[in-house]
């Protein structure tokens, strides 16, 4: 079955470590991004990449780093200067062009202690 | 004021209403429109594209209104499943190819 997968699906990390969320898409598009929820919000738009080697920065692009080095993965790194890390973390893809609909991934839950 | 504007809620309707959502946007360039679902900590999942000349999907209507900008989400006869968040995203085309902008979201509960 084609899809997008995230892992883990929860993370706890101490305060002032770095960590890198996984995120894996077998549909062949083009086009990957990372978002951020919080409770009651709305997604906020991290990274996005519209191909392999090549990214641009989002809304809040602070304190997080990207790598598209396969058309499959977009890994997103949340570092210690991340103020505010807990969050719902939310993957997704789309064909080429950036207008097309987005296919999300489960998402993961980082919880900073 | 945000790019895209939702009303909150929630909405409480009983089944069988019907119930509508609308959806403003501020960016006259904006090209591409969608409705998503989404549960209670779950992802979006996309319910229905929003075409210039509206469209239906059994129970769900949607429309677009580019002179007022904005756009419109129908839920007829309401079934207990359809309670959830309902996500509109907006698509304004820039040099990077688009980059989509989703409002925060409107929380309908249907009761029995």
């Known amino acids: 079955d084609g899809g997008i997968t995230q892992s883990p699906k929860y993370l706890f990390r101490k305060e002032g470590q770095n960590v890198t969320l996984s995120c894996e898409q077998n549909?062949?598009?083009?086009?990957m991004y990372w978002y951020r929820q919080d409770p009651g919000q709305g997604l906020r738009l991290i990274y996005y990449?519209?191909?392999?080697?090549?990214?641009q920065k989002g809304d809040i692009a602070e304190g997080y780093s990207v790598s598209r080095e396969k058309k499959e993965s977009f890994p997103l790194t949340v570092t210690s200067a991340q103020k505010n890390p807990t969050a719902f973390y939310l993957c997704?893809?789309?064909?080429?062009?950036?207008?097309?609909?987005?296919?999300f991934g489960p998402g993961t839950r980082l919880t900073v202690l | 004021r945000k790019e895209v504007e939702q009303d909150p809620g929630p909405f409480n309707v009983p089944e069988g209403a019907t119930v509508a959502f609308n959806c403003t946007y501020s960016?006259?360039?904006?090209?591409?429109f969608f409705w998503y679902r989404q549960d209670c900590r779950k992802e979006p999942k996309l319910l229905m594209s929003?075409?210039?000349s509206g469209n239906e999907d059994g129970r769900f209507t949607a429309q677009l209104n580019r002179a007022s900008q904005y756009i419109s989400l129908l839920i007829r006869d309401s079934k207990l499943s359809d309670s959830a968040t309902y996500l509109c995203?907006?698509?304004?085309?820039?040099?990077?190819?688009?980059?989509?902008?989703f409002g925060d979201g409107t929380t309908l509960t249907v009761k029995p």
């Open positions: 997704a893809s789309s064909r080429q062009g950036g207008y097309n609909e987005q296919f």
């Open positions: 549909l062949n598009h083009d086009a």
């Open positions: 990449s519209q191909i392999v080697n090549d990214f």
């Open positions: 960016n006259s360039a904006s090209q591409s």
């Open positions: 929003v075409y210039s």
């Open positions: 995203v907006v698509t304004a085309y820039n040099t990077n190819a688009g980059k989509s902008t």
